[in-house]
């Protein structure tokens, strides 16, 4: 495998997979924005590994849940019962149906509760950096004669930020397939905030169907290459990630990235455990 470390900003990474598909990571172009945001869909939602589907899942196996659920089972046979014997309603039968009623309020609200908050931040970057990633990265044309007349022109990061996909060449259409993609950007808000020289790691995301082929490192590695030159003066990367993305967090620790503040985030009636982690930057000269 090609060690992507000590890239320049416009040199693509090579990557070689066991099943011998080329992989390669190069700076977005505007033709990639709409595979881009289904891929993030894919990734944060409703793919293998997704934390929506993760903490989803994590909420239906919890004791409460499965409580809650035989209860509302219990009620509605009971219901059924009473009902299928023609029997008078009586105070116990409507007691009954709002027990019924009140536990499946609070397993969908659990459910709501599990998914919304990723939903909620789903949204917000389909709505903010991932509608123009070319705007919202600070991505500019490359000045070549060629390039000037191409329909689908190669960009570059010319500032902190920058915005980094990896394709593969697809078995079946025989064209590149965007398999994932990362950025840099501002530093977080507060109470995230970690000071000047800082940069944020967001929108790293992997294919569940190409992973465990070194995609996730290399990418990581090209945006610490462009944080690295000296024009742009950055002491530190920073990113955040749930306790819901367990492969990532180890992935990141591996490279050298470590936890610098956690926090639980409420959302519903469920908390999102937050990391904040951190490495600091060798700048070259």
């Not at 000590?6 to 595979?35: C, Y």
């Not at 009636?269 to 982690?277: A, E, I």
Request: with cysteine; net charge positive.
């Amino acid at each position: 495998m090609h060690d992507p470390n000590g890239i320049t900003e416009k040199q693509l990474v090579t990557l070689t997979s066991s099943q011998s598909s080329s992989v390669r990571v190069r700076i977005f172009r505007k033709s990639d924005s709409e595979a881009v945001r289904r891929l993030f869909k894919t990734c944060m939602m409703v793919g293998e590994g997704a934390p929506a589907r993760t903490h989803l899942a994590a909420t239906t196996r919890s004791p409460s849940f499965l409580y809650a659920f035989a209860l509302l089972i219990i009620s509605i046979t009971v219901e059924v019962t009473t009902l299928s014997r023609f029997l008078p309603v009586s105070y116990l039968d409507l007691t009954v149906a709002a027990i019924a009623l009140l536990d499946l309020l609070y397993l969908c609200y659990s459910i709501y509760s599990a998914v919304g908050f990723y939903i909620q931040f789903g949204l917000t970057c389909l709505r903010t950096d991932l509608k123009d990633i070319q705007g919202h990265y600070n991505l500019c044309q490359v000045t070549s004669t060629s390039n000037e007349n191409s329909e689908d022109p190669e960009l570059e990061a010319t500032s902190m930020k920058g915005f980094w996909v990896a394709e593969i060449m697809s078995p079946v259409t025989n064209k590149a397939e965007i398999v994932g993609c990362i950025s840099l950007g501002d530093p977080p808000p507060p109470p995230f905030t970690s000071g000047p020289g800082t940069t944020e790691l967001r929108r790293m995301i992997v294919s569940p169907y190409h992973r465990r082929r070194g995609i996730a490192r290399a990418l990581i590695q090209a945006c610490e290459a462009h944080a690295t030159t000296s024009k742009h003066k950055l002491t530190a990367i920073v990113l955040r990630t749930t306790f819901y993305q367990p492969h990532a967090r180890q992935l990141y620790t591996k490279l050298g990235y470590r936890i610098v503040l956690e926090k639980d985030l409420r959302f519903g009636n469920d908390n999102v455990h937050v990391f904040l982690y951190r490495k600091d930057l060798l700048t070259s000269k």
